[in-house]
Nanobody, 120 residues
Framework: QVQLVESGGGLVQPGGSLRLSCAAS????????MGWYRQEPEKQRELVAT???????NYADSVKGRFTISRDNAKNTVYLQMNSLKPEDTAVYYC??????????????WGQGTQVTVSS
């Protein structure tokens, strides 16, 4: 019912920047919270940043001051601008959205993930 398509991952040198995008499509009435999570091999998925439908943001301590989350409600798209990247930021980054589906209520949806590798 909701598809999330992510883009923007890749290989970057330490200190570099990347911008991730995630566009939601499908049959939903509205999207509430959107966010980015990341997962390293053999580790649990962790929150990176979230943004509400009115623009309230929340960040993991490890990315504060370096990453910025934003969204375009007209395009149902969330972005993650990542600056001053470090090798420890290397992970698969997943987009998540909370969508309201008619007759079903609020449900969570995940993207397929995009690899971010920070290495020299």
């Amino acid at each position: 019912q909701v598809q999330l398509v992510e883009s923007g991952g890749g290989l970057v040198q330490p200190g570099g920047s990347l911008r991730l995008s995630c566009a939601a499509s499908g049959r939903f009435s509205r999207i509430n919270n959107m966010g980015w999570y990341r997962q390293e091999p053999e580790k649990q998925r962790e929150l990176v940043a979230t943004i509400s439908n009115v623009g309230n943001t929340n960040y993991a301590d490890s990315v504060k001051g370096r990453f910025t989350i934003s969204r375009d409600n007209a395009k149902n798209t969330v972005y993650l601008q990542m600056n001053s990247l470090k090798p420890e930021d290397t992970a698969v980054y997943y987009c998540k959205c909370q969508a309201y589906i008619a007759y079903q209520g609020l449900k969570d949806y995940w993207g397929q993930g995009t690899q971010v590798t920070v290495s020299s």
